[in-house]
């Protein structure tokens, strides 16, 4: 295949991480919740996908089976960091920032003591090819696009609908934006708080899981993760808290963190060592570029959720 | 006014009400259980995860006799202690006048990062070709001056447009991040980025390697409490923090202090990239903070934002760090084992503040009825 | 036909601690009519409301809906009734639509269609000809749109019974017209509407029948048709009580500011301030009377610098014509620069010139107090911040009507709190707290504040504590103009008292002091002239002594009379 096709397949692949990582970050801080535990949670899905399929990689199950397994597995993992971080921040009030950072440290540091008890034989080498269905036996960068990557496209552009189209999404977004009004009208602002915190951290904690198992497929993979979760972060900025924007916003970043090592394939592209750090910088830069001008051309539609990051108690007026 | 009529009909199993004031024996009975419970826990996952333990229940004692021989056992351990307690501290209270200030800097890893990169740009540029005290003079001002910078930036853009200072303060740290790699790459011409250790800029010791270190934050640390507590600029920092509109009512310039204070944060923070760079590793790598610009958020919060209390809540999470490394190495676990200890003690421990700050009415409890004569009187946050 | 009975009050009774905010208050609403709730702040009208809409549930008494009894615990299930309340603060999302405001929180079978939904709310828009669009933001809205989005969001859940609490309050004259027309739609459709308003013209001119409150009891219900401006002001406020406070002849009053023309608008362009011409005086207390809402509280704001008028001037005189120099600068390089301007002369009326003399010579003849001001100075204070009139040695005590949230930090101790406004004396770096402190002592002392000590974060005190605080913090302050909003909201009888007495005290010490207070009896006995305010004009300015509640009630109530007559 062409360079630049792969090139662009493989940062759109690449992307998928982050497409999980932001949308579940989203849709927690569309329920106004500054989760800065999704670098933790997604570490978490990866070693519960892992776990699992530590368990029955050799079992001979069928691929599909096992495909659904690693996934659960994934899910209860990150959900569980989910329920931790709502039962601290919604239920006991505890300031999200600290909260987040703690499930965080919390997170990667447990994620390395079960990855370093696995067996990178039994989890990922044969599960990976059920998971690269159907391009599992292709040799170019499109062997990346398996299950898990449209999976990703899928749930990001899921979640855009349901936000943007559905009562449900009008819910929370009301949660988010003024939880008091949400209050007043009858909508429980715990539950919703609680239930798209969890969801939100399925989905990224799925993102995890599709770094080790599929995009990079390897031993060490899991050691990156953490990075990947608080770039993740910045997406949200940069898609400006809309699911579907962050295909694209992914898509962007891949291309700025992985055309360090394509470059050398063009020789009519002049680059130095130096250049491949500035390349990675770009894409925080671009954020705080998008934060600073979203905050100053100040469109109501593109600010964080008013109530992001205070944690609601009714009796507070 | 008073809405609780309505409520108590359809009264769930109990509510809640913030504390109007709790007597420290009991806030301090609270924080005690909770650690001692984070510890049980913490003795669970062990059981968990470190197989050595499974097989052998009967060293449980020595599981947590590894907390203590962690930072205790040795003089060389505890100075090392004291040494990271000092940097860590130093970190959690350059955030602090931000934090006092309701301004939330979680840019504090990046802004000690650049410091310590600042510093070492001018040790390597300079080193040995001018007089070591002037060297050590002009890294502490590069350092000064590249914290300030990367505190005061995200500081201006809030102060003129209201840009969200959290969001934008997490992301200068992997700026700062990228720059450190971008100058490796440019300083080491090898590939190998890593800069080996600088043979100038080093301050200079009293008595053994760390005490100096040690004593420079703990006057930092007096100093800060002075500084927030009996002067003018700290006591406009607490107002603005409580209510900006009481700030205006007196003809405070709210974004003038909000400025003032985020360079103060920043060159705190550059004081100690400063004592990173000059004083311990004499080099720079992406690693170099190592996460304590974080941790630094969580010490600060813990220690209610007072530099004081702050040395104990440092003092609590290095000495849990040390202790769960010695445990990594006694029982042969991962590496990764102080974070899981950290992370576990840390939930405990923060969300055991909620039962310091919030009472709990079971429904039909006499305190129930006092709840609602004490919603009357108005709670502000 | 027949009029059917839509919701009857029998007895209802409500206390807040041992005071009743609603004493055995009967009421009956007919289907198809507007009833007017009329009384001023603190008669008891929105609790009362507020009870029937679940917000409260009332001590005795009972609600009857349909002729059947009905309790209502919550909001909901007033809303199971029928029965909707539009409240004076609008609980709206602002990044949603007003159709997406309108079905928030509503559960009805089938797909959630926003188009589906922007139909529906067009069809009421159009059946009560209503002035919305429903895909419009909340935060592009005007007021009148805000508001109009509550009253259909309240129709959207099928609301029979409607109250709507002081609609009018923040309203332009056309909007006030337009909304009238759909409550007369509404009225024809069958709906029953209750206002609570404090405007006599309104209530004649839309409701079928007036309910009158005083003091949280029901004075009488009468048909709108039957009754005048007149009757209802009697009613509504009352007999004039006397409530024996002191109050002294004003001594030499002189003129301290001039407010002139003054203009302000809101940042959503509301025209708060509307042509405001008026002297506050020294040793007297001028009163601001009006309904709560009516730019009282902008205009003790403008003045001390915490917004910046459109147009108009306000002018402080400051007195130093014949004072000693030293009372006013310590610096010595204003004072030169101030003679240079030919400002002063000697105790013989000879002009002073330091000319040619040496620095130590000038300071020792200021300070033997004989070179004064040759004239009172005259200050611009608009556009000028607080900080900037504070530098100016003007000193202006505010009590704000926001006491925890804008006149104290309420975290802090007494002490801390003393320092608002005097932190920045002294040269150094550090604060000294010990003055503030021995003020703190003084003033727990002096006013009898409650609490058990100067360390206590003042947010556990009672409200009238909060205020002694805050009222002896202002005092201590010296200053030239006392200004008070609602001073005693929410306070006691004894407190109340006390807070009048020290008003009086500043009064004869010979300061200006402007009062905004709710209660008419309280204005009438204490204040030496009252300004009415009305939306945001002057309706005039009275003799306390000389004036009737009847009189004030009237230009507090009725719309702006010609501009010429708001002349002082």
Same mark, same amino acid.
């Given at each position: 295949?062409?360079?630049w096709?792969?090139?662009?397949?493989?940062?759109?692949?690449?992307?998928?991480?982050?497409?999980?990582?932001?949308?579940? +970050?989203?849709?927690?801080?569309?329920?106004?919740?500054?989760?800065?535990?999704?670098?933790?949670?997604?570490?978490?899905?990866?070693?519960?996908?892992?776990?699992?399929l530590?368990?029955?990689?050799?079992?001979?199950?069928?691929?599909?089976?096992?495909?659904?397994?690693?996934?659960?597995?994934?899910?209860?993992?990150?959900?569980?960091?989910?329920?931790?971080?709502?039962?601290?921040?919604v239920?006991?009030?505890?300031?999200?920032?600290?909260?987040?950072l703690?499930?965080?440290?919390?997170?990667?540091?447990?994620?390395k003591?079960?990855?370093s008890?696995?067996?990178?034989?039994v989890?990922?080498?044969?599960?990976?090819?059920?998971?690269r269905?159907?391009?599992?036996?292709?040799?170019?960068?499109?062997?990346?696009?398996?299950?898990?990557?449209?999976?990703?496209?899928?749930?990001?552009?899921?979640?855009?609908w349901?936000?943007?189209?559905?009562?449900?999404?009008?819910?929370l977004?009301?949660?988010? +934006?003024?939880p008091?009004?949400a209050?007043?009208?009858?909508?429980?602002?715990?539950?919703?708080?609680?239930?798209?915190?969890?969801?939100?951290?399925?989905?990224?904690?799925?993102?995890?899981?599709?770094?080790?198992?599929?995009?990079?497929?390897?031993?060490?993979?899991?050691?990156?993760? +953490?990075?990947?979760g608080?770039?993740?972060?910045?997406?949200?900025?940069?898609?400006?808290?809309?699911?579907?924007?962050?295909?694209?916003?992914?898509?962007?970043f891949?291309?700025?963190?992985?055309?360090?090592?394509?470059?050398?394939?063009?020789?009519?592209?002049r680059?130095?060592?130096?250049?491949?750090?500035l390349?990675?910088?770009?894409?925080?830069?671009?954020?705080?570029?998008?934060?600073?001008?979203?905050?100053?051309?100040?469109?109501?539609?593109?600010?964080?959720?008013?109530?992001?990051?205070?944690n609601?108690?009714?009796?507070?007026? | 006014?008073?809405?609780?009529?309505?409520?108590?009909?359809?009264?769930?199993?109990?509510?809640?009400?913030?504390?109007?004031?709790?007597?420290?024996?009991?806030?301090?009975?609270?924080?005690a259980?909770?650690?001692?419970?984070?510890?049980?826990?913490?003795g669970?996952?062990?059981?968990?995860?470190?197989?050595?333990?499974?097989?052998?229940?009967?060293?449980?004692?020595?599981?947590?006799?590894?907390?203590?021989?962690?930072?205790?056992?040795?003089?060389?351990?505890?100075?090392?202690?004291?040494?990271?307690?000092?940097?860590?501290?130093?970190?959690?209270?350059a955030?602090?006048?931000?934090?006092?200030?309701?301004?939330?800097?979680?840019?504090?890893?990046?802004?000690?990062?650049?410091?310590?990169?600042?510093?070492?740009a001018?040790?390597?540029y300079?080193?040995?070709?001018i007089?070591?005290?002037?060297?050590?003079?002009?890294?502490?001002?590069?350092?000064?001056?590249?914290?300030?910078v990367?505190?005061?930036i995200?500081?201006?853009?809030?102060?003129?447009?209201?840009?969200n200072?959290t969001?934008?303060?997490?992301?200068?740290?992997?700026v700062?991040?990228y720059?450190?790699?971008?100058?490796l790459?440019?300083?080491?011409?090898?590939?190998?980025?890593?800069?080996?250790?600088?043979?100038?800029?080093?301050?200079?010791?009293?008595?053994?390697?760390?005490?100096?270190?040690?004593?420079?934050?703990?006057?930092?640390?007096?100093?800060?409490?002075?500084?927030?507590?009996?002067?003018?600029h700290?006591?406009?920092?607490?107002?603005?923090?409580?209510?900006?509109?009481?700030?205006q009512?007196?003809?405070?310039?709210?974004?003038?202090?909000?400025?003032?204070?985020?360079?103060?944060?920043g060159?705190?923070?550059?004081?100690?990239?400063?004592?990173?760079?000059?004083?311990?590793?004499?080099?720079?790598?992406?690693?170099?903070?190592?996460?304590?610009?974080?941790?630094?958020?969580?010490?600060?919060?813990?220690?209610?934002f007072?530099?004081?209390?702050?040395i104990?809540?440092?003092?609590?999470?290095?000495?849990?760090?040390?202790?769960?490394?010695?445990?990594?190495?006694?029982?042969?676990?991962?590496?990764?084992?102080?974070?899981?200890?950290?992370?576990?003690?840390?939930?405990?421990?923060?969300?055991?503040?909620?039962?310091?700050?919030y009472?709990?009415?079971?429904?039909?409890?006499?305190?129930?009825?006092?709840?609602?004569?004490?919603?009357?009187?108005?709670?502000?946050? | 036909?027949?009029?059917?009975?839509a919701?009857?009050?029998?007895?209802?009774?409500?206390?807040?601690?041992?005071?009743?905010?609603?004493?055995?208050v009967d009421?009956?609403?007919?289907?198809?009519?507007?009833?007017?709730?009329?009384?001023?702040?603190?008669?008891?009208?929105?609790?009362?409301?507020?009870?029937?809409?679940?917000?409260?549930?009332?001590?005795?008494g009972?609600?009857?809906?349909?002729?059947?009894?009905?309790?209502?615990?919550s909001?909901?299930?007033?809303?199971?009734?029928?029965?909707?309340?539009?409240?004076?603060h609008?609980?709206?999302?602002?990044?949603?639509?007003?159709?997406?405001?309108?079905?928030?929180?509503?559960?009805?079978?089938?797909?959630?269609s926003?188009?589906a939904?922007?139909?529906?709310?067009?069809?009421i828009?159009?059946?009560?000809?209503?002035?919305?669009?429903?895909?419009?933001?909340?935060?592009d809205?005007?007021v009148?749109e805000?508001?109009?989005?509550?009253?259909?969001?309240?129709?959207?859940?099928?609301?029979?019974?409607?109250?709507?609490?002081?609609?009018?309050?923040?309203?332009?004259?056309?909007?006030?017209s337009?909304?009238?027309?759909?409550?007369?739609?509404m009225?024809?459709?069958?709906?029953?509407?209750?206002?609570?308003t404090?405007?006599?013209?309104?209530?004649?001119?839309?409701?079928?029948?007036?309910?009158?409150?005083?003091?949280?009891?029901?004075?009488?219900?009468?048909?709108?048709?039957?009754?005048?401006?007149?009757?209802?002001?009697?009613?509504?406020?009352?007999?004039?009580?006397?409530?024996?406070?002191?109050?002294?002849?004003?001594?030499?009053?002189?003129?301290?500011?001039?407010?002139?023309?003054?203009?302000?608008?809101?940042?959503?362009?509301?025209?708060?301030?509307?042509?405001?011409?008026?002297?506050?005086r020294?040793?007297?207390?001028?009163?601001?009377?009006?309904?709560?809402?009516?730019?009282q509280?902008?205009?003790?704001?403008?003045?001390?610098?915490?917004?910046?008028p459109?147009?108009?001037?306000?002018?402080?005189i400051?007195?130093?014509?014949?004072k000693?120099?030293?009372?006013f600068?310590?610096?010595?390089?204003r004072?030169?620069?101030?003679?240079?301007?030919?400002?002063?002369?000697?105790?013989?009326?000879n002009?002073?010139?330091?000319?040619?003399?040496?620095?130590?010579?000038?300071?020792?003849?200021?300070?033997?107090?004989?070179?004064?001001?040759?004239?009172?100075?005259?200050?611009?204070l608009?556009?000028?911040?607080?900080?900037?009139?504070?530098?100016?040695?003007?000193?202006?005590s505010?009590?704000?009507?926001?006491?925890?949230?804008?006149?104290?930090?309420?975290?802090?101790?007494?002490?801390?709190?003393?320092?608002?406004?005097?932190?920045?004396?002294g040269?150094?770096?550090?604060?000294?707290?010990?003055?503030?402190q021995?003020?703190?002592e003084?003033i727990?002392?002096?006013?009898?504040?409650?609490?058990?000590?100067?360390?206590?974060?003042?947010?556990?005190?009672?409200?009238?504590?909060?205020?002694?605080?805050?009222v002896?913090?202002?005092?201590?302050?010296?200053p030239?103009?006392?200004?008070?909003?609602?001073?005693?909201?929410?306070?006691?009888?004894?407190?109340?008292?006390?807070?009048?007495?020290?008003?009086?005290?500043?009064?004869?010490?010979?300061?200006?002091?402007?009062?905004?207070?709710?209660?008419?009896?309280?204005?009438?006995?204490?204040?030496?002239r009252?300004?009415?305010?009305?939306?945001?004009?002057?309706?005039?300015?009275?003799?306390?002594r000389?004036?009737?509640?009847?009189?004030?009630?009237?230009?507090?109530?009725?719309?702006?009379?010609?501009?010429g007559?708001?002349?002082?």
């Amino acid at each position: 295949m062409n360079v630049w096709l792969n090139f662009l397949i493989d940062s759109l692949a690449f992307g998928a991480t982050f497409v999980y990582g932001s949308t579940g +970050e989203i849709l927690t801080e569309k329920a106004g919740h500054l989760n800065l535990g999704i670098p933790g949670i997604m570490c978490m899905g990866g070693a519960g996908g892992c776990l699992v399929l530590n368990m029955i990689g050799k079992s001979g199950l069928p691929g599909a089976v096992i495909v659904i397994l690693g996934i659960m597995g994934a899910l209860v993992m990150s959900m569980a960091c989910g329920l931790l971080y709502s039962f601290l921040t919604v239920t006991l009030r505890v300031n999200q920032n600290v909260t987040g950072l703690a499930l965080t440290t919390f997170g990667s540091g447990l994620m390395k003591v079960i990855m370093s008890k696995l067996k990178a034989t039994v989890y990922l080498t044969g599960p990976k090819f059920f998971y690269r269905w159907p391009f599992a036996d292709r040799q170019d960068s499109l062997h990346c696009l398996g299950i898990l990557f449209f999976l990703a496209i899928a749930i990001a552009i899921a979640a855009g609908w349901v936000l943007m189209r559905t009562r449900v999404g009008l819910h929370l977004r009301a949660v988010g +934006e003024n939880p008091a009004t949400a209050d007043a009208v009858g909508i429980n602002v715990t539950r919703y708080k609680y239930l798209t915190t969890c969801i939100g951290s399925g989905i990224a904690g799925l993102g995890g899981f599709y770094y080790i198992i599929d995009y990079m497929a390897s031993q060490e993979a899991y050691l990156s993760i +953490e990075a990947f979760g608080w770039l993740s972060i910045a997406l949200v900025i940069f898609a400006l808290w809309r699911p579907p924007v962050t295909i694209i916003g992914s898509f962007v970043f891949g291309v700025l963190f992985s055309c360090s090592s394509f470059i050398t394939h063009f020789d009519w592209i002049r680059v130095t060592m130096a250049n491949k750090p500035l390349l990675r910088m770009l894409p925080y830069v671009v954020t705080i570029l998008v934060l600073i001008i979203s905050s100053i051309r100040n469109k109501r539609e593109n600010q964080p959720p008013a109530s992001l990051g205070l944690n609601y108690f009714r009796e507070d007026r | 006014m008073n809405r609780r009529q309505t409520e108590e009909v359809r009264e769930p199993l109990f509510h809640l009400t913030r504390r109007m004031g709790i007597s420290p024996v009991k806030a301090w009975g609270i924080r005690a259980a909770a650690f001692v419970l984070g510890m049980l826990a913490c003795g669970l996952i062990a059981f968990l995860l470190i197989e050595r333990l499974r097989e052998n229940p009967g060293r449980i004692g020595a599981f947590y006799y590894a907390f203590i021989k962690g930072s205790f056992s040795t003089s060389y351990k505890f100075w090392k202690f004291l040494k990271n307690v000092a940097i860590l501290l130093c970190i959690s209270l350059a955030l602090t006048p931000a934090f006092r200030m309701r301004f939330w800097n979680i840019g504090g890893e990046g802004q000690t990062l650049v410091s310590v990169l600042g510093a070492i740009a001018v040790d390597f540029y300079f080193g040995g070709r001018i007089p070591e005290w002037l060297l050590l003079i002009l890294m502490f001002a590069a350092a000064l001056v590249s914290g300030a910078v990367w505190g005061v930036i995200p500081a201006l853009f809030r102060a003129k447009w209201g840009t969200n200072e959290t969001l934008f303060t997490l992301m200068m740290n992997y700026v700062a991040t990228y720059l450190v790699s971008f100058f490796l790459v440019v300083w080491v011409p090898n590939g190998s980025s890593s800069l080996p250790r600088q043979q100038h800029g080093r301050l200079p010791t009293i008595g053994n390697d760390y005490l100096l270190i040690i004593l420079i934050v703990l006057v930092l640390t007096i100093g800060l409490y002075i500084y927030l507590y009996y002067t003018k600029h700290g006591y406009e920092i607490s107002v603005v923090g409580e209510s900006v509109r009481t700030a205006q009512y007196v003809g405070i310039k709210v974004n003038r202090v909000i400025i003032r204070t985020m360079i103060l944060s920043g060159m705190l923070c550059g004081l100690a990239g400063y004592l990173i760079a000059a004083g311990l590793d004499q080099t720079v790598t992406t690693e170099s903070v190592g996460g304590q610009g974080f941790t630094g958020i969580m010490v600060s919060w813990l220690g209610g934002f007072n530099p004081l209390t702050m040395i104990l809540t440092a003092g609590l999470v290095q000495f849990l760090n040390q202790g769960a490394s010695q445990i990594s190495q006694d029982f042969d676990v991962s590496g990764a084992l102080p974070n899981v200890i950290t992370g576990i003690m840390l939930f405990f421990i923060i969300g055991c503040e909620f039962f310091v700050n919030y009472k709990i009415h079971f429904r039909g409890s006499k305190k129930h009825a006092e709840a609602a004569a004490e919603m009357g009187r108005g709670i502000g946050k | 036909m027949e009029k059917q009975l839509a919701l009857q009050l029998r007895g209802v009774t409500k206390h807040f601690g041992n005071k009743h905010a609603n004493n055995q208050v009967d009421l009956d609403v007919y289907k198809g009519e507007i009833l007017a709730i009329l009384g001023e702040n603190g008669s008891g009208k929105t609790t009362l409301m507020n009870m029937i809409a679940g917000i409260y549930y009332p001590d005795e008494g009972q609600i009857l809906i349909d002729g059947k009894e009905a309790v209502i615990r919550s909001p909901k299930d007033a809303f199971d009734h029928g029965i909707g309340m539009i409240h004076q603060h609008f609980k709206l999302v602002d990044l949603f639509t007003a159709a997406e405001n309108i079905v928030l929180g509503t559960r009805q079978e089938g797909r959630y269609s926003l188009r589906a939904v922007n139909a529906e709310v067009a069809e009421i828009v159009e059946r009560y000809g209503f002035h919305l669009d429903p895909a419009k933001k909340v935060y592009d809205m005007s007021v009148s749109e805000k508001q109009t989005v509550e009253i259909i969001k309240v129709l959207y859940r099928g609301a029979d019974i409607l109250i709507l609490d002081e609609p009018t309050a923040v309203l332009t004259p056309q909007e006030i017209s337009r909304l009238f027309d759909v409550m007369r739609r509404m009225k024809e459709d069958g709906k029953s509407i209750i206002i609570i308003t404090h405007k006599l013209n309104e209530v004649l001119e839309v409701s079928d029948r007036v309910t009158i409150l005083r003091k949280g009891d029901h004075v009488a219900t009468v048909n709108t048709r039957e009754t005048d401006e007149n009757q209802l002001t009697e009613m509504m406020v009352g007999r004039k009580v006397s409530l024996n406070i002191r109050r002294s002849e004003p001594v030499n009053a002189v003129p301290r500011i001039y407010v002139k023309d003054l203009n302000l608008y809101s940042s959503e362009g509301i025209h708060i301030l509307k042509d405001l011409t008026f002297t506050v005086r020294s040793g007297e207390i001028l009163g601001i009377a009006g309904i709560a809402g009516s730019g009282q509280r902008e205009l003790l704001e403008t003045i001390v610098g915490l917004h910046k008028p459109a147009t108009g001037t306000i002018t402080f005189i400051n007195p130093k014509k014949d004072k000693p120099v030293t009372f006013f600068h310590k610096s010595l390089k204003r004072v030169k620069e101030l003679a240079a301007q030919d400002a002063f002369h000697d105790r013989n009326m000879n002009p002073v010139s330091f000319q040619g003399m040496r620095n130590r010579d000038i300071l020792k003849w200021v300070q033997s107090e004989d070179v004064l001001f040759r004239e009172d100075e005259v200050i611009d204070l608009r556009d000028r911040t607080p900080l900037e009139i504070r530098q100016l040695g003007i000193r202006l005590s505010f009590v704000p009507e926001d006491r925890l949230g804008m006149g104290l930090v309420g975290s802090m101790d007494m002490t801390d709190n003393m320092m608002l406004r005097s932190y920045r004396k002294g040269h150094g770096i550090f604060l000294d707290r010990k003055k503030p402190q021995e003020l703190a002592e003084q003033i727990l002392r002096d006013l009898s504040v409650d609490t058990p000590g100067v360390s206590t974060p003042i947010r556990k005190l009672s409200g009238g504590n909060v205020q002694k605080v805050l009222v002896g913090r202002e005092i201590a302050f010296t200053p030239k103009v006392f200004m008070a909003a609602y001073p005693v909201r929410g306070l006691d009888i004894k407190s109340s008292y006390m807070i009048y007495d020290l008003l009086n005290q500043q009064k004869e010490k010979g300061i200006a002091v402007i009062f905004v207070g709710e209660d008419l009896d309280v204005l009438l006995e204490l204040c030496d002239r009252i300004l009415v305010m009305n939306a945001g004009s002057m309706t005039g300015i009275v003799d306390a002594r000389t004036t009737t509640k009847e009189e004030v009630g009237l230009m507090m109530t009725r719309t702006a009379r010609r501009s010429g007559e708001a002349e002082e």
